[in-house]
């Protein structure tokens, strides 16, 4: 049975996603409630200490991108989930499938660490405007960057890839959750982030519909019932 080493909340949701869109059965490790302790547990499988850890066998692997590619190639030949590669979305595939965690996800979360230096700096009295880059100053920030682009790519179809959801809608899912609350400077919880009213998702409509309709999935709604058995965690 393919093991996925989890956090409640975590990039790892992906892989338990993907297996249920897949129906291809898993299992998954993790201290429910306890977030630091399934991080800590992770070290005992991986060096990285990183999720997703996936054993499949003797195989094991980090990285969420290249663990879509490896399942699917693997368990899901000739599924939807994965555009022929003569076919025209392919291109398109390929660069969200990467784009993910290549591009969005640094952008989210070098401007999330930003945010959080400056709450501390303000509260702590000593923040100071950082000089700004010439020519960029006023330009959109790296997580603004990201949800505008995936605004202006789902307002021409209406999955990442084209006509028909694919694996590169699972690997874009989460910089889409976390990115929303990022580009408006906002903080919110992984809880706040799911109900889908903030009101950071006002300036990215077709992000906000894109959510709504993974959140409708069954396959999506099993995995977070296995992923977060007790709900989405505070933090
Ligand atoms: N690019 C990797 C990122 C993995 C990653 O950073 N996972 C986070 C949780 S979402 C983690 O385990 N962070 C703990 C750490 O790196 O210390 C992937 O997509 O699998």
Not at 24 to 31: A, G, M, Q, R, S
Not at 127 to 139: D, F, I, N
Request: aromatic share 8%; with cysteine; glycine share 8%.
């Amino acid at each position: 049975m393919i093991m996925i080493r989890h956090i409640e909340g975590r990039r790892s949701e992906r892989v338990a996603w993907l297996l249920e869109e897949l129906g291809v059965p898993y299992e998954l490790d993790f201290i429910g409630g306890d977030i630091l302790g399934s991080l800590l547990e992770l070290e005992k499988h991986h060096e990285m200490r990183m999720t997703p850890v996936v054993e499949d066998g003797d195989v094991v692997m980090v990285e969420s991108s290249a663990i879509l590619e490896y399942l699917l190639a693997k368990y899901g030949k000739g599924s939807s989930l994965r555009p022929a590669e003569d076919a025209p979305e392919f291109p398109a595939y390929l660069e969200f499938l990467h784009f993910a965690e290549g591009t969005a996800m640094q952008k989210i979360m070098g401007d999330r660490l930003g945010q959080a230096l400056e709450q501390a700096q303000r509260k702590a009295g000593d923040y100071q405007e950082p000089p700004k880059l010439p020519g960029v100053a006023g330009s959109r920030s790296g997580s603004q960057r990201i949800l505008h682009y995936c605004e202006n790519t789902l307002a021409k179809r209406p999955y990442f890839a084209g006509d028909q959801f694919t694996a590169a809608d699972i690997m874009m899912h989460f910089p889409l959750k976390l990115g929303a609350p990022a580009a408006a400077k906002a903080t919110a919880s992984i809880k706040d982030i799911q109900t889908l009213d903030g009101a950071y998702w006002d300036a990215f409509p077709r992000c906000k519909d894109f959510m709504a309709r993974m959140a409708a999935r069954p396959a999506y709604q099993r995995a977070m019932q296995s992923t977060m058995p007790n709900g989405p965690p505070s933090m």
